[in-house]
């Protein structure tokens, strides 16, 4: 195993158990080890992504971790294309927002805490990307889960946060279900973990079928569809979201690195990394892209309204990520793959911003309470702006290339949710950009609407936050140059470069027709910059009046559809309820104790009506010796 | 004859205990200091089994056997094989960690308390070294005895009804086992010593009444739903150190006498009754966990969540296959680890706020970070996170399930969801939410505190991360227990289809960890 390769994942863990045991003696150095080391791991999978491109391939375990009988599970790494591409945007980004924390988080308690838990992260995440089977995606899986439940609830004290960050360690359990029955499903169909035997005969599960409880399913479909569970619960995707909005109570740099560029982009991931098995299931596919379509649109309508900006920009994740999802189930993996890619930096780069816009605005997030900020803080303005237009698909930007290939893929597919997912997607593109741009608009445009206190304190970030904006933006704008269309005299590099890994879509659209999907899904999105400057900023009373003459529609966007509420009430405390007064009051200490106490009472009443019989007279005893000698004799004669 | 190790393990700390109940009263440092020591020798002693135990062989080892009392064939018969030998070890390990949590939080009658410790160690791992079944219940019951003290007499307040549940419950099972090794006895060929009676074909009525009878002894023990009831109370009322033997230990033997007598003895009345048991397991699993939820008291919940753990013990048992046993019997172990530590650290606070009522809690990270941190380790070895101990056993737990029957799997799965909630409820209403004022002055953990978890730090990740270092004294035994109840080393056949399993291993394919297996 090249040393390079070890370094990648293992120095972050270094760095994570040495600062989490000394930090607190280091105090505000504590900062150092996990950006050197961070930067280091970026250097190496630099490096390692250079070998993949000169051909070169790792797939070699470390130690057999877990074997029984016939089972046995190695901890190994596999270093394809995939892992170069998903290497190099979780040790970038993460390099980038462990100096941008240096500024961030500043002065708080628990510096050294937050930052041994950013390595963590990082060792997880890399751990996740790396492995060579099932079973080491699972670990990194749940590690990168614990690191976001403890960065979540970072400011512990805070009830809200403990909560946020308890209820996203639990929705995604419910995610993890299925996908550890898919695990167990791929070994008992190929009897083993290890994701090149199970991709080599994967076309040997093609027909098969698995029955379970008198149901029987295709086989690529229990499995794709069981996977698929868990991606749902990592990628916040309906009816699993709820967790990733209220993780926002995480300070802002946790949000941008695992709440929107890496962890979150694990289930999109997973169904890259697992293309052959979903691509034998037509049925897995369509449920795929109609998740995605819905979770699109519905994310997308409720960040219309909101009006903390960061839980804009969540809803916003989760509408994104569902593009990735439409890509992955249209048969599209590599554009999933490159949106994930363009996504994480402008994605990054819009909530580093936010963050730059919370610091200066003193940890105040409505944006209700903002506005003029851009002459306040210039850098933070003009790379937001970058950002909204890369994720508003504004030709040249890198979210242009990556949301047309999505689009484009999803009107060929022959997957039949395909023109259904492209039509939504294009409707979203529209909406992404005006919910962008409004958030913009509102941001730093207009008059400042907060306290002239606030407003006297306003200033530009220090600079260890505004240079990683800085070469976020360089990110957000140039990361599509690696995947520019044939059609607009690109080559598509990224598309052949990922190819040996992801495959070929399943149908290629025609230059003419990908030329009128890009003039469409152009428009939507350059009508929405137009309604959201209309809206705020040539006719500031519209919202108001849209307002009130859609109250239904905007409270339930407002109010997210009401689905925490409706879980609370289906779900939450009818379990609590039944566990209280059932469970508990009920079985446990009506029935099963009254029953284990009373048996005692039965003996001891018995016991008691007995005693009686031996009042000490001798007179009695004497009588009941006689009854007994008659008995016996009657008994005898009987018997004989 | 060799070395008698076993012997000395069992006399070690009974004598020890004699001669701490010969020292004076007055000195109560001496009598502690000299409780550390025994115990410590006695994990010392241990640490030869480890090295010299043969893992390629499912003979017993370390065998010591005598004639005892000849008129009924009873032996003093004692060894080890692959499945008993870790809980020997677990038992000295434990010791030692309820000696030091015990320091300060005992305060009456001190000498007898470690008496008593020092007493059930010895009768602890006579239970696991008898291969005698009238050895094997003498230690059993002798068991009963300072365990009855243990929480009786230093225990809280509601202890005697919690003390007198605990020995009834166990006894009624136990004699009914009496029953059963007494007919055992007469049925299977006059003797007592179980690896003759396990080459017995008895028949399969017989075979099931005994199952019963045995049940009862075992299923109170583990606990199994629905006799389960005296271990929340027991828990409750325990101290820290009773608590902490109880869960790591003491309810292990239930599992560990299905191992060790109703399987081999009885191989078709568990096939029969495989159904039944695993249906027990899967309600234990579900209802131990939904319990918790209703839980005010910080005790009652954990000894709750043993009920559903132990469920998953009892499943992997009892869906016979390699992979779901030999996760049984390693998360026997990591209960013992995880669950014993949780007790540990609930002792350790209780000594600071003298109250186990959850919502009396609340911030304690802020003024406690160290023992936060610890907590959290073992509450996420408990939920089962990968690279701790807990993933590994219910991992083969249920993947072994799941190639027995799949839906078992799916229902136990959803154990973990609710394990995960609420104990991470529990760890939120401990540890995070705003500083309960009446904890600002709370001390962090001393030396000796931190010192009582390491070990169970060093083995959560240990097992969780080289989990093969246990599971290779395992493999041999299991695999010849298996074969003993189903007549096929692997256990029962697979309920999965195995489609593409059988052409890759043709094939070839499968790349070198398919290949390792076969040495």
């Known amino acids: 195993m090249p040393t390079y390769l070890l370094i990648i994942p293992f120095l972050p863990l270094f760095s994570f158990v040495f600062t989490f045991l000394f930090g607190k003696r280091l105090g505000v150095q504590s900062h150092w080890l996990p950006i050197i080391s961070v930067v280091i791991s970026f250097c190496c999978a630099f490096y390692a992504f250079l070998q993949v491109k000169s051909g070169y391939h790792i797939n070699q375990d470390l130690y057999t971790w877990i074997s029984s009988g016939t089972m046995s599970v190695s901890v190994g790494f596999l270093l394809d294309e995939l892992t170069s591409v998903m290497l190099i945007v979780v040790t970038s980004i993460s390099a980038l927002v462990h100096i941008y924390s240096v500024g961030y988080m500043k002065g708080e308690d628990g510096y050294y805490r937050f930052f041994a838990f950013l390595s963590l992260f990082t060792f997880s995440m890399l751990m996740l990307v790396l492995g060579n089977n099932f079973l080491q995606l699972f670990f990194g899986w749940e590690a990168v889960g614990l690191s976001s439940y403890l960065l979540i609830g970072f400011y512990y004290e805070k009830v809200s946060a403990a909560d946020a960050g308890k209820k996203a360690f639990i929705v995604n359990r419910i995610g993890d279900f299925g996908f550890i029955l898919g695990l167990f499903l791929i070994y008992a169909s190929f009897g083993t973990l290890h994701y090149e035997p199970i991709f080599a005969h994967v076309d040997q599960i093609a027909n098969q079928t698995f029955t379970m409880l008198g149901i029987t399913v295709n086989l690529p479909t229990a499995i794709a569809l069981l996977l698929f569970c868990g991606a749902i619960g990592k990628s916040a995707q309906l009816p699993l979201h709820v967790w990733l909005p209220d993780a926002m109570e995480g300070p802002t740099p946790v949000s941008a690195l695992i709440h929107a560029a890496t962890m979150v982009t694990a289930g999109v991931f997973l169904v890259a990394r697992c293309n052959p098995v979903f691509s034998l299931s037509m049925t897995a596919l369509n449920v795929i892209t109609i998740v995605g379509s819905i979770t699109c649109l519905f994310a997308a309508t409720i960040a219309l309204t909101q009006t903390d900006i960061k839980r804009v920009v969540a809803y916003s994740t989760i509408s994104q990520l569902a593009y990735m999802f439409i890509a992955c189930g249209v048969g599209a993996y590599s554009a999933g793959v490159f949106h994930l890619f363009t996504h994480a930096y402008f994605k990054a780069l819009l909530f580093l911003g936010c963050g730059s816009i919370i610091l200066g605005m003193h940890h105040e997030q409505d944006v209700k309470y903002m506005g003029g900020l851009k002459k306040y803080m210039p850098i933070t303005y003009w790379t937001f702006l970058l950002a909204s237009l890369s994720i508003s698909g504004v030709p040249g930007f890198a979210g242009f290339f990556s949301k047309d290939e999505i689009l484009a893929m999803a009107f060929v597919s022959n997957v039949g949710a395909g023109k259904f997912a492209w039509f939504i997607g294009t409707l979203v593109a529209g909406m992404t950009a005006f919910y962008s741009f409004r958030l913009f608009f509102l941001i730093f445009h207009g008059d400042f609407r907060g306290t002239q206190e606030q407003k006297d304190h306003l200033k530009e970030s220090p600079r260890v936050v505004t240079v990683p904006l800085i070469l976020l933006a360089v990110g957000a704008v140039a990361a599509g140059n690696f995947g520019i269309p044939a059609v607009i005299g690109g080559n598509a590099n990224w598309g052949h470069f990922l190819e040996p890994v992801l495959g070929h879509p399943h149908a290629h659209p025609s230059h003419a027709i990908e030329l009128i999907l890009m003039i469409i899904s152009v428009s939507a999105g350059a009508f929405g910059i137009f309604l959201a400057w209309k809206m705020y900023m040539k006719n500031p009373g519209m919202p108001q009046s849209i307002r009130e003459r859609f109250p239904i529609l905007y409270k339930l966007s407002f109010n997210k559809y009401f689905v925490d509420e409706m879980y609370g009430f289906s779900i939450v405390k009818p379990v609590i309820g039944f566990s209280r007064h059932v469970i508990l009051k009920i079985i446990d200490i009506a029935i099963i104790e009254n029953i284990v106490n009373g048996l005692p009472r039965i003996i001891g009443r018995v016991s008691g009506s007995m005693r009686k019989v031996q009042d000490g007279l001798v007179s009695h005893y004497l009588a009941y010796m006689c009854g007994g000698v008659v008995f016996i004799i009657i008994w005898m004669y009987v018997g004989a | ?519």
């Open chain 2, 1 to 519: 004859m060799s070395f008698p190790i076993l012997s000395l393990l069992i006399f070690l700390p009974i004598l020890g205990g004699i001669v701490l109940l010969g020292m004076s009263r007055e000195n109560e440092k001496n009598v502690k200091v000299m409780a550390l020591i025994i115990s410590l020798l006695e994990f010392v002693f241990t640490l030869p089994l480890w090295f010299a135990f043969d893992k390629t062989t499912y003979h017993m080892q370390f065998v010591e056997r005598h004639s005892w009392i000849s008129l009924f064939n009873i032996e003093y018969y004692l060894g080890l094989d692959g499945i008993s030998i870790l809980f020997v070890m677990l038992s000295a390990l434990v010791t030692i960690l309820c000696v030091l949590v015990s320091w300060n939080s005992i305060q009456t009658k001190v000498k007898e308390f470690f008496v008593a410790l020092l007493l059930l160690e010895g009768a602890m791992i006579g239970v696991f070294c008898a291969l005698d079944f009238f050895l094997f219940y003498i230690f059993w019951e002798a068991m009963l005895i300072p365990m009855f003290l243990l929480i009786g007499v230093w225990g809280g307040p509601n202890r005697i009804y919690a003390a007198t549940k605990f020995f009834l419950f166990t006894l009624v099972g136990s004699l009914l086992m009496l029953v059963g090794i007494i007919t055992l006895y007469i049925k299977g060929g006059n003797t007592f010593d179980i690896l003759a009676l396990a080459e017995q074909d008895l028949p399969v009525r017989l075979q099931l009444i005994l199952f019963w009878g045995f049940f009862a002894a075992f299923a109170v023990k583990v606990p199994m739903w629905p006799v389960h009831t005296w271990l929340p109370d027991a828990h409750t009322e325990a101290p820290a150190a009773g608590s902490v033997v109880l869960a790591a230990i003491l309810i292990k033997m239930g599992a560990y006498g299905f191992l060790r007598f109703s399987m081999p003895i009885l191989p078709d009345a568990t096939t029969a009754m495989m159904m039944p048991m695993l249906v027990l397991s899967l309600i234990g699993i579900v209802y131990g966990g939904v319990i918790c939820l209703a839980q005010t008291d910080l005790k009652r919940l954990i000894a709750y969540s043993s009920v559903s753990h132990m469920g998953f013990v009892t499943l992997g048992i009892f869906a016979l296959n390699t992979q779901s046993v030999e996760g049984g019997i390693l998360q026997m172990i990591n209960h013992g680890v995880v669950t014993g530590a949780l007790f540990l650290g609930i002792g350790m606070v209780y000594e600071r706020t003298h109250t186990r009522k959850i919502s009396d809690y609340g911030g304690l990270a802020t003024n406690m970070p160290v023992f936060a941190s610890f907590f959290l380790l073992f509450t996420l070895a408990s939920v089962g996170l990968p690279g701790t101990n807990g993933f590994i056993g219910e991992f083969l737990i249920l993947l072994g399930s799941f190639m027995t029957k799949p839906w078992i799997a799916l229902v136990a799965s959803s154990g973990l969801i609710i394990g995960a909630w609420y104990m991470l409820w529990l760890y939120q209403r401990i540890f995070f939410n705003p500083v309960n004022p009446k904890w600002n002055r709370i001390k962090e953990l001393e030396l000796r505190e931190i010192v009582a978890f390491m070990p169970m730090v060093i083995l959560i990740f240990w097992i969780g991360l080289f989990p093969n270092t246990m599971l290779d004294f395992m493999h041999v035994s299991v695999a010849h227990l298996l074969e003993q109840v189903t007549g096929n080393p692997e256990g029962v056949a697979s309920g999965v289809q195995l489609a593409v399993t059988n052409s890759l291993d043709s094939a070839g394919h499968g790349v070198q960890h398919i290949q390792q297996i076969s040495h």
